[in-house]
């Protein structure tokens, strides 16, 4: 009864003015009012204000300041294997896994456009159809600042209205098509592993989403799908991002979304629906990593029982055995013993005549 009451508010609610009047207030100086709110909120979500750079509620100035506060040196560590891509942020993994052709995973029972994603840029669709998606929820406790899951140079920008539904569990189940609905930041780069989309999603009360090249892309929200293209390498204008380093922001909210070309990546086998992750974690890795390893443990397996049992087998037996049989009766046999009497016995047999003889003879 409940959640169908809060899912009928999303349809009810004016969202957008909801959102305007939240980011009004969010970026507004109000003194002890504002360290009230944070502090209320500290409390109400947990959260843990120790990771910060500026633990104390009072050094900042406005409520979105304090929401894009940025987290001490040491409280995330990126992981720097070259394989190895990380998480964008910290969150929830919604979902993951296998595009299915053009289809995407939102919950259980419901899946999305991977075309009405990318704002019907079937170009850029060609180039993740069947390929590998993360989606990560950032709660309102979380870090909510988004770094590069690994090196990457910007060729493509997109800003795309939409609608400014909750993005959370409930509505992901219930709400359908609710990433291809709402307000969006694309950006698409090259990258070592093949192209790589990550798409800020907004949501009711998302005051802004920001980028580190072009700070600000929403508001204003006039209504017009925008497009920004970059040059590659190190040509005038173009922007080129450092794995684990800073690419934008929410400003209150919301999800964001990765899409990996075919072939190039596996997710990690750890990571499941609803996992809870940190900045600089293995979210996957290059497949020729997976190749690599592969190729390097199939020899040592083959090689060891081969090299080792086989001579040791066939040699003993041979070389002990057969000298032994044939050699020993040669030796011990006496042809000679039975040779010996026989000249005794003629000599006995000759003596035995010479007596007949005398007796002729007398």
């Not at 590069?148 to 609608?163: A, K, Q, T």
Request: hydrophobic share 45%; net charge negative.
């Amino acid at each position: 009864m409940l959640n169908s009451f809060k899912l009928s508010l999303q349809y009810i609610l004016p969202k957008l003015w909801l959102t305007r009047l939240a980011g009004w207030g969010a970026s507004k100086r109000a003194g002890w009012l504002t360290k009230l709110v944070i502090d209320l909120f500290v409390k109400f979500y947990k959260v843990d204000m120790k990771e910060a750079q500026k633990p104390d509620t009072a050094s900042y100035r406005t409520f979105n300041d304090f929401f894009v506060r940025p987290l001490r040196e040491d409280a995330r560590t990126v992981n720097t294997d070259p394989y190895v891509l990380v998480m964008p942020a910290d969150g929830v993994i919604s979902q993951l896994g296998a595009i299915e052709g053009d289809k995407i995973l939102q919950a259980k029972g419901h899946d999305y456009s991977l075309e009405a994603l990318l704002a019907g840029n079937y170009i850029m669709a060609d180039l993740f159809r069947n390929g590998t998606f993360a989606t990560t929820y950032l709660s309102p406790r979380d870090y909510h600042r988004v770094h590069m899951p690994c090196n990457g140079i910007l060729r493509e920008m997109i800003y795309v209205p939409g609608d400014l539904f909750s993005v959370n569990h409930l509505t992901a189940q219930n709400v359908p098509n609710l990433f291809a609905r709402n307000e969006r930041v694309i950006c698409l780069f090259d990258t070592e592993f093949g192209p790589m989309a990550q798409i800020l999603v907004g949501a009711t009360i998302v005051g802004s989403i920001e980028t580190v090249w072009s700070g600000t892309v929403t508001p204003p929200r006039e209504g017009v799908i925008k497009r920004w293209t970059y040059p590659a390498g190190d040509q005038e204008g173009s922007v080129a991002l450092l794995k684990g380093q800073e690419m934008g922001r929410f400003k209150l909210g919301s999800t964001v979304i990765n899409l990996f070309a075919p072939g190039k990546v596996k997710l990690v086998d750890a990571l499941k629906n609803l996992s809870v992750t940190k900045l600089g974690e293995p979210l996957a890795i290059s497949t020729e990593a997976v190749v690599e390893a592969e190729a390097v443990v199939e020899p040592t397996v083959v090689a060891e029982p081969e090299a080792v049992v086989e001579p040791a087998i066939v040699a003993e037996p041979e070389a002990v055995v057969e000298p032994a049989v044939v050699a020993e009766p040669k030796a011990v046999v006496k042809s000679e013993a039975t040779v010996e009497p026989a000249p005794e016995q003629a000599v006995e047999h000759n003596a035995v005549p010479k007596s007949d003889d005398k007796k002729e003879q007398s």
